[in-house]
């Protein structure tokens, strides 16, 4: 199923990239399963592909961050904390960062201003966080090569130097922009601000850069991260983001154009949300996250492979029901298992024809004759072969489309080919797989299924689901 259609092009494919703030939720997972299977579709295309996560370190977010974990700091320090003050994160895993962070400083920062702590502590927070976050991402078989740091980029000037970028290029002004929709004007104080000429380039609106007290805006930090991923050779670029993001497609489309001169492209996949549930009731949230439905919490339930399958069970534009029972009974109603049982029953024909026919067996079933193939000839092995020999196609069309749920529905399709001649052999004698009476029909059809099982362990991997050959 290998394809050229990448040419060894570069792509850079960001995915994930939650806020450094809690464990990752369900719905990170759905976006983690789609960018990384994205991102092994395109390197079977052919591309050079590079999976990055960025992490928004700088902001608001983060210092609400260190503050819940200097609450579980003073906790750890033998305080008496009562409730989780309204607007700090309440999760128990924030436990492990204040305990952490005093086995590092004993008690040195107890009753000190929060100015004295917070430059210390709000790092410190997020490395732990990424530990978690990381941790997440292993157990889910997904591995980034690139983590950018927001507070890294702005340490270093590149939030600037992306506004002059584009100031040198006459597409920065100071203007006053119209209220937006739905804010009636008493809400609304228009004041000059330094602002993106967006609109030029496909946005509904120029967009601002800097606040009115001179800082730059988040937008600035998603220009002057982008510009570097330009600067690193990037024209090709896929972003996967929740649906709730879907306001920022333009601005960032927007970028992208201004900042390549109209030469790099941005695709940008929203994904929907997913709706955990147990025999149709939704499922109640995490206690060990305090709010949501964590990763690890259906890892643990149900195991990466299940996990990562049933993402790619709808188009990522659609909502997802991940029903817990159902993803883990063994029934063709089960996807996955579907799937899988298909593999692992070619698996036992194969074993079961080395016992029957050993010396049919040791034969290398690619170097069959052509007459000895030309025996498969029930139009249902047919049309099993012809929809084997769509896999390459699939894999082009669908890395083209940036689609990865093309490949869980094909491979839903071939199991079913494949289960329905099984079937149709438990009825008719003279269609069943392996024949004693008739070695060389025997042996094409070994080689007929073997090749179903290459089919199907390619897609598999494709999704980062490891083939099983015993269930």
Request: net charge negative; proline share 4%; aromatic share 8%.
């Amino acid at each position: 199923g290998n394809a050229e259609t990448g040419a060894g092009r570069k792509v850079n494919v960001e995915y994930v990239s939650a806020n450094p703030t809690g464990p990752m939720h369900i719905g990170h997972a759905r976006g983690a399963v789609v960018g990384d299977v994205l991102a092994l579709l395109l390197i079977k295309a052919g591309f050079d592909v590079t999976r990055e996560y960025y992490i928004n370190d700088a902001g608001a977010q983060v210092e609400k961050l260190a503050r819940s974990a200097y609450l579980r700091y003073r906790e750890a320090c033998g305080e008496a904390i009562g409730e989780i003050p309204e607007g700090l994160y309440p999760g128990d895993y924030l436990k492990v960062a204040g305990e952490s962070f005093r086995e590092q400083h004993d008690r040195r920062y107890l009753n000190v201003p929060e100015a004295e702590w917070m430059p210390i502590l709000k790092p410190f927070a997020v490395d732990t966080m990424m530990v978690l976050i990381r941790r997440d991402l292993a157990e889910l078989g997904i591995a980034h090569d690139v983590f950018t740091s927001e507070r890294a980029l702005i340490e270093r000037g590149a939030v600037d130097a992306g506004i002059a970028f584009l100031e040198a290029r006459g597409l920065v002004y100071q203007g006053i922009l119209e209220a937006p929709k739905g804010k009636a004007p008493e809400d609304w104080e228009p004041r000059a601000q330094t602002l993106f000429r967006a609109g030029q380039f496909g946005d509904d609106t120029d967009r601002p850069l800097r606040k009115s007290d001179g800082s730059p805006t988040y937008f600035a930090s998603d220009i002057a991260y982008h510009h570097d991923k330009l600067v690193r050779g990037f024209t090709e670029m896929v972003l996967c983001l929740g649906a709730d993001h879907g306001g920022y497609v333009k601005r960032l489309k927007a970028a992208v154009a201004a900042l390549s001169g109209g030469k790099a492209s941005l695709d940008v996949l929203l994904y929907q949300l997913v709706n955990f549930m147990e025999n149709g009731a939704p499922l109640k949230m995490s206690k060990r996250a305090g709010t949501y439905i964590t990763v690890r919490d259906v890892v643990e339930a149900v195991g990466k492979d299940v996990t990562r399958f049933i993402m790619l069970t709808r188009k990522h534009s659609e909502t997802l029901d991940f029903d817990l029972r159902k993803v883990t009974e063994q029934s063709k109603d089960n996807p996955v298992f579907y799937v899988q049982y298909a593999y692992a029953r070619i698996s036992s024909v194969l074993r079961h024809f080395a016992e029957t026919l050993p010396d049919a067996a040791r034969e290398e079933l690619s170097a069959l004759s052509p007459e000895t193939l030309g025996l498969l000839s029930d139009p249902r092995e047919l049309a099993l072969i012809r929809k084997m020999a769509e896999w390459p196609r699939v894999v082009e069309s669908a890395a083209i489309a940036r689609e990865p749920h093309r490949v869980a529905f094909y491979l839903q399709e071939l199991a079913g080919m494949l289960h329905a001649l099984w079937n149709a052999g438990k009825e008719q004698e003279e269609l069943r797989f392996l024949m004693p009476d008739a070695i060389e029909l025997s042996k094409a059809r070994m080689a007929l299924i073997k090749a179903c099982a290459v089919t199907l362990a390619s897609g598999l991997r494709v999704m980062g689901v490891e083939p099983m050959a015993e269930m």
